[in-house]
């Protein structure tokens, strides 16, 4: 019964009214048992993984960073994995081992929920990003998750870009763009290139 989803008057109600009824040493090795087989797919998934972060089951690890580095299944599932990740083995170790290898386009996915946990971690990863990438979009994309890290290498790249052009960058493919980010920016001792920024493009 633990690989359904299961609803309630149209509303989801995940697993929790079904392991109040049963045993909770069954329900721990079923559930160890599903993540072993990767068998379990998206809400299903998502319930195992909320029920392990709730009762501190840490036995999975191994089965769940297979989900994690999985290309083929969708983000949502691989984020659950990674938030399981997190609580287990802790950002530094979940970079260390897994973050260097994904691919490049999940990797620039989980960015924000990176840096919303440690705005440092990082740094030195996007800045050597930064420097080697061609492309002016992909630069732009470094350098705002260093402005949303509130890292001076990020501000100034922007900055000697925004003065030799004379404008402020456009971001036509994306919502928040490295202009947004600048709005964000909370450390005063970043606010001389802010200022700067606002002479060369207003």
């Not at 160890?32 to 709730?54: A, G, P, T």
């Not at 490049?104 to 990003?129: A, G, R, S």
């Not at 992909?138 to 870009?161: D, H, Q, R, T, V």
């Not at 450390?187 to 060369?200: A, G, R, V």
Request: hydrophobic share 35%; net charge neutral.
């Amino acid at each position: 019964m633990l690989e359904f989803e299961y609803y309630i008057n149209g509303k989801k109600v995940g697993i929790n009214y079904i392991v109040r009824e049963i045993d909770p040493i069954l329900v721990r090795k079923r559930i160890i048992n599903n993540i072993r087989k990767q068998s379990i797919h998206m809400d299903v998934f998502e319930n195992h993984i909320e029920y392990c972060i709730e009762n501190n089951i840490d036995d999975c690890k191994k089965d769940i960073s297979k989900y994690f580095i999985n290309k083929k299944l969708p983000y949502d599932e691989r984020d659950n994995a990674f938030k399981y990740l997190i609580k287990f083995d802790g950002i530094k170790e979940c970079i260390k081992k897994y973050f260097y290898s994904l691919e490049e386009e999940y990797q620039n996915h989980i960015l924000p929920k990176i840096i919303e946990i440690d705005k440092d971690i990082l740094e030195e990863w996007l800045t050597e990003k930064l420097k080697s990438c061609k492309k002016t979009s992909k630069k732009m994309f470094y350098a705002k998750y260093l402005i949303l890290s509130e890292k001076e290498y990020g501000l100034n790249y922007y900055l000697n870009w925004s003065n030799k052009n004379n404008m402020a960058y456009v971001d036509k493919n994306s919502y928040e763009d490295i202009n947004e980010a600048l709005a964000k920016i909370n450390d005063d001792s970043l606010t001389k290139y802010l200022l700067e920024l606002l002479k060369i493009t207003f």
